[in-house]
């Protein structure tokens, strides 16, 4: 299997970091030893994602710009009338997007999870826009500018909160390591995907028997 690197290199701060092989990717599934978090910073940049465009824009479900609904797999969300974005978080690693419409943005772009009781903190530092979109109810997509990256965001609106930061691969170290330093006073540290489906459960996206490894 051809080995793919994510393009983030992760800060361990002394922990050893347990990894697992997943379709070629080596992914971090938990730090040891595990310490409690106020804000989990994790990398999903092996998830699969797709650019959706086109006609098949209209058939996600999605009627407005700005909306995001989870699949039970996925986020999918609506970024503008042609185009919406799908990050897929538990569905399988060799994801066959079912038209030509979807362009497979894996390789493409990082993806990062902050989450916990004070992520809503650390992305108030981020960026300056309103990542609640109160004027939409349920979960929201938005893209925004974070220190000159173009970054897409999505809010579960979850309890505890959220987030799924997307970026262009190039700029991923950028935007992981700028969230290492926005979130440190408020307890942020670099935790693995575990970590990210323990929040998915709290917030009840996912049962334990529906955790892909």
């Not at 408020?186 to 709290?202: D, P, S």
């Amino acid at each position: 299997m051809i080995p793919r690197v994510s393009p983030i290199k992760i800060i361990q701060s002394g922990r050893k970091p347990i990894t697992e092989n997943q379709a070629g990717w080596l992914v971090i599934e938990s730090f040891e030893p595990r310490v409690d978090y106020e804000v989990g910073l994790v990398d999903l940049s092996h998830r699969p994602k797709a650019l959706v465009q086109g006609s098949s824009v209209q058939e996600l479900g999605l009627a407005l710009p700005g909306q995001a609904l989870w699949t039970g797999e996925a986020w999918v969300g609506r970024i503008s009338r042609e185009e919406a974005v799908i990050l897929d978080l538990n569905g399988p690693m060799d994801q066959v997007w079912p038209r030509q419409e979807h362009n497979d943005m894996t390789d493409g772009w990082a993806l990062l999870g902050v989450f916990g009781r004070h992520a809503a903190d650390v992305m108030a530092r981020l960026v300056s826009v309103d990542v609640e979109r109160p004027e939409i109810n349920g979960p929201v997509i938005l893209t925004t500018k974070c220190h000159g990256m173009n970054i897409q965001i999505v809010n579960p609106k979850g309890k505890p909160p959220g987030y799924l930061l997307a970026c262009e691969r190039s700029y991923g170290q950028s935007l992981y390591n700028l969230c290492l330093h926005v979130g440190h006073k408020l307890g942020l540290i670099t935790v693995g995907v575990n970590q990210l489906k323990e929040w998915l459960m709290e917030i009840g996206l996912m049962r334990v028997r529906e955790a892909q490894p």
